[in-house]
């Protein structure tokens, strides 16, 4: 568990080092109370507020309850199935950059990431869906995306090193180590990979992926019970 929360942390300080330069202007703007420094933090904490929430009061519940295969395989199936639908049903774009949303966008997205919270729904996916619905464009979704899973990915974190972080020992820090820098990396790669690739391309890849996974894992349930 404790090897699961520091590569997790890995993966966080990727996305705070890849979007360094925009993260120190906006805590600069925010002691020069610039407008557009003071709006784009409002969104961030707007959405990331429902799933603090909704985490803190329900998580139980929602691994008790939730996270069983077949509840896997179906998220991943319908979710693929509505990023097909949004790719051919656009919304028409009225927010290119991620600072100009408004509060009612960045509440929507932050439903979305509460909807995450079903096994098997991807909070990448769901938040830059949402975000879609709501009229950003793709990348500006996208870029939001990365940012609000700064706050909200850290909270996770601290919440389970403090359950868990006691049960760190000195033989466990080689294997902890390795983990945390493959998780930076490939963190850099793929985030850098996927602002790129939406910047050109649609969703559908990954909506027809997720969608052979869990039939996948359908058949394969149906099979071995």
Known sequence: KVFEVVIQLGAILAV??????????????????????????????????????????????????????????????VGGLIILWIEEHPRRVVTE??????????????????????????????TIVGGMLGGLSRSAATEFSFFLAIPTMLGATVLDLAKHGASLSSQDMAGIAVGFVTAFVSALVVIKFLIRYVAHHTLSVFAWYRIALGLVLFAWFALHG
């Open 16 to 77: 705070c080092w890849l979007y360094r330069a925009k993260i120190i202007d906006m805590i600069l703007g925010l002691f020069r109370r610039d407008p557009v420094a003071v709006n784009f933090t409002i969104a961030v904490i707007v959405a990331f507020v429902p799933s603090a929430i909704v985490g803190a009061l329900f998580i139980k519940t929602i691994k008790a309850v939730l996270f069983n295969p077949m509840v896997v395989a179906a998220a991943l199936v």
């Open 97 to 126: 950059a991620p600072e100009r949303m408004s509060w009612k966008q960045a509440l929507g997205i932050g439903v979305a990431q509460v909807i995450s919270m079903i096994p098997g729904t991807s909070r990448s996916g769901a």
